[in-house]
Every structure is written in structure tokens, then in C-alpha cells.
């Protein structure tokens, strides 16, 4: 059998989701999203630049067959992350919506009060909503109780490529849970991308380290790599670690003995 | 008529529906989408909604975003 994932009413194979901002160019992003195998791929809505309308739009270079997840970077508060989620179910006519709702410039950290408030009302409308969260379990609960179809923790900050630096804390809002846990945001490398999925993340959410990646085409290929290999080792189930050794070969009919 | 489309203020003309304001700015529909006055405005009342003097109007596309 497949092994699927599903969030709401859709049903996935590809465990990478994709972001679409900060490619050098759409060529290079559209060869990106390709390699990466990703279903569905982020996009941020924007004021429309009036003095450049007959230009190049986004949209004709994300390939066919591929899902839209509108977001809500950069708002601060939920009024606007949920005047934006409403354009972006315009745009897109459907139902998901990636939700930020942010708290600090520097960090990006979400404000988790306006995030679970925004969530609500949108859940009350009839929106798909996969949050973009602190790896915080009480707060993914919270996110769960009030509707979410998913809940999306942070490795570490948006684009800053640390990693997972709080596996444990991960953990624990898998155990506390029932809805998908996407780890979003933070990844720097492949095996960033594997321990996330090694962990039990049902999938992966990055861009930066893509599309900022000096060959951002085969970065793709080695995170589409990294997320099935971590996929496959968590269903398989790894050993415990032990302090000591547990030889490999016989320890006994050596020769001379 | 003025009204504060994308935050700046310009001249539309007067009793415009959405479909014509669009039109006016040689923006495709298809690509959009529109709120007036916090509030969005479906695509089945482009034709039919008027803008009126003093409206905020927001016109928003895609773009790429993580």
C-alpha cells in the first residue's frame, strides 16, 4: 500500500512541501519544485504592483498538477493574517491556508495568542488551516482544540537553516496530538530534513534552504532524498543507542583460540 | 471620484464597478483578487458592485512566499 498522508480532505504521496520565494529566478524555481517531488508548494499574497501588470506572473511557472497553499507571512496581528487568508481562498478558490501570524521582526516567532485566535474564526469559516507555530506542545493542543487540520512547529527560525533544535519538544507534541505534525521552517541541510521525518513528522515544510542553496536544483533532489530516507528509517524503527558496544561478528571460533 | 487604491490615492472614474476598475488598470481578473473596505469582493460581483468615493481597495496576486 501507498504510504499516504492526508490533512483535511486531501490526500498526499510527497512528504516535502515547498516554498516559492527568494529563487534567483523563475527558471531555476520551476526546476527546483520539479526535483523536490513536492504536491504542494507555498505562495504569499501581495499587493498587486499597478505599474507592472503586463509582467511574468508566479503562477505560470509552478508546475501543473500542483497544489497552491496560500499564506499569511508577514502579518502581525490575526486581522490581517485572516484578511489575507480570505484574498488568498479568492485567489486560489480553496480552502488551505498556511497561517502566521507573526511576533517579532527579528525572529519571526509567531505570536501564539493572535495565532490560535486567527485560527478560530477561519476554522469557523470553513478554512483548512495548517498553522505555523513555536515548538511549543501546549500550544499545538490549543491549535487542535480549536479546529486546525494540521499543526506546523518550527525547527528554528524561518531562513536561518539551524536545523531541529528542539527534537525532544517535537516529540512531545507528536505524543500530544492527533493531527498531522509538519515540521516547517528552520532547515539548513538533508539530514536536517531526515531527522525531522526520523522524528515522526508526517512531513516537511522549507524554501529558504532550497532556493538559497548555490545549486537550488540539486539541493531539491538531496531534501526529496532526505525526507524519504527519514521517512523510511522512522517506519522501520532504529535501533537504541547504548552506551557500549555489541560486536557485529561472532566473538567466538577465532583462530589461534 | 478619489479613493486609496494600494494605499496610494488616485483618480478612478466616477461610479466604476470592480470589472471596470480592473479594466481601467489593464489587470486580468483571472489573477486577483479585491477587497473593499477590509472586505473581499468574490469574482461573481465584479460586475455588479460600484466603488464609491473614498474607498480603500486592495488588489493582491500571488507571489513566491515560503
Given amino acids: 500500500m501507498a504510504d499516504t498522508w492526508s490533512i483535511g480532505r486531501y490526500t498526499f504521496t510527497s512528504r516535502l512541501l515547498v516554498g516559492t520565494g527568494k529563487y534567483p529566478d523563475f527558471p531555476t524555481m520551476q526546476?527546483?519544485?520539479?526535483?523536490?517531488?513536492?504536491?504542494?508548494?507555498?505562495?504569499?499574497?501581495?499587493?498587486?504592483?499597478?505599474?507592472?501588470?503586463g509582467e511574468a506572473s508566479l503562477l505560470e511557472w509552478i508546475p501543473k498538477g500542483m497544489k497552491l497553499l496560500p499564506n499569511t507571512a508577514a502579518c502581525f496581528t490575526a486581522d490581517e493574517a485572516i484578511r489575507t487568508a480570505r484574498l488568498g481562498r479568492e485567489l486560489e478558490m480553496g480552502d488551505l491556508?498556511?497561517?502566521?501570524?507573526?511576533?517579532?521582526?527579528?525572529?519571526?516567532?509567531?505570536?501564539?495568542?493572535?495565532?490560535?485566535?486567527a485560527a478560530e474564526v477561519l476554522v469557523k469559516e470553513g478554512f483548512t488551516v495548517l498553522p505555523y507555530t513555536n515548538?511549543?506542545?501546549?500550544?499545538?493542543?490549543?491549535?487542535?482544540?480549536?479546529?486546525?487540520?494540521?499543526?506546523?512547529?518550527?525547527?528554528?527560525?524561518?531562513?536561518?537553516?539551524?536545523?531541529?533544535?528542539?527534537?525532544?519538544?517535537?516529540?512531545?507534541?507528536?505524543?500530544?496530538?492527533?493531527?498531522?505534525?509538519?515540521?516547517?521552517a528552520g532547515v539548513g541541510t538533508?539530514?536536517?530534513?531526515?531527522?525531522?521525518?526520523?522524528?515522526?513528522?508526517?512531513?516537511?515544510?522549507?524554501?529558504?534552504?532550497?532556493?538559497?542553496a548555490?545549486?537550488?536544483?540539486?539541493?531539491?533532489?538531496?531534501?526529496?532524498?532526505?525526507?524519504?530516507?527519514?521517512?523510511?528509517?522512522?517506519?522501520?524503527g532504529r535501533i537504541p543507542m547504548k552506551l557500549h558496544a555489541s560486536a557485529s561478528s561472532p566473538m567466538t571460533g577465532l583462530i589461534g583460540s | 471620484m478619489q479613493v486609496r487604491l494600494n494605499g496610494e490615492l488616485r483618480?478612478?472614474?466616477?461610479?466604476?464597478?470592480?470589472?471596470?476598475?480592473?479594466?481601467?488598470?489593464?489587470?486580468?481578473?483571472?489573477?486577483v483578487a479585491v477587497e473593499v473596505n477590509d472586505a473581499v469582493v468574490t469574482k461573481d460581483r465584479?460586475?455588479?458592485?460600484?466603488i464609491g468615493s473614498g474607498d480603500s481597495i486592495e488588489i493582491v496576486a500571488f507571489v513566491g512566499g515560503g
Avoid at chain 1, 190 to 212: F, H, P, Q
Avoid at chain 1, 224 to 235: D, F, I, M, P, Q
Avoid at chain 2, 46 to 50: D, V
Fill in chain 1, 31 to 53: 526546476r527546483a519544485l520539479v526535483a523536490s517531488g513536492a504536491e504542494v508548494v507555498t505562495v504569499a499574497v501581495r499587493r498587486l504592483d499597478l505599474s507592472k501588470t
Fill in chain 1, 97 to 117: 491556508v498556511k497561517l502566521e501570524v507573526i511576533g517579532d521582526r527579528r525572529t519571526l516567532f509567531p505570536d501564539v495568542v493572535g495565532l490560535v485566535a
Fill in chain 1, 135 to 184: 515548538d511549543d506542545p501546549v500550544t499545538a493542543k490549543r491549535l487542535e482544540d480549536v479546529g486546525c487540520a494540521a499543526v506546523m512547529p518550527l525547527g528554528a527560525p524561518i531562513g536561518s537553516g539551524l536545523g531541529i533544535r528542539n527534537p525532544y519538544n517535537l516529540r512531545i507534541i507528536m505524543e500530544t496530538v492527533k493531527i498531522p505534525v509538519l515540521v516547517d
Fill in chain 1, 190 to 212: 538533508a539530514s536536517d530534513a531526515a531527522l525531522a521525518m526520523e522524528l515522526g513528522a508526517v512531513a516537511v515544510l522549507m524554501n529558504t534552504a532550497i532556493a538559497e
Fill in chain 1, 214 to 236: 548555490k545549486d537550488p536544483v540539486l539541493m531539491a533532489e538531496a531534501m526529496r532524498g532526505g525526507v524519504e530516507a527519514g521517512r523510511k528509517a522512522h517506519l522501520a
Fill in chain 2, 11 to 31: 483618480e478612478v472614474p466616477e461610479g466604476v464597478t470592480v470589472a471596470g476598475l480592473l479594466g481601467h488598470l489593464g489587470v486580468k481578473a483571472q489573477r
Fill in chain 2, 46 to 50: 465584479y460586475e455588479s458592485q460600484r
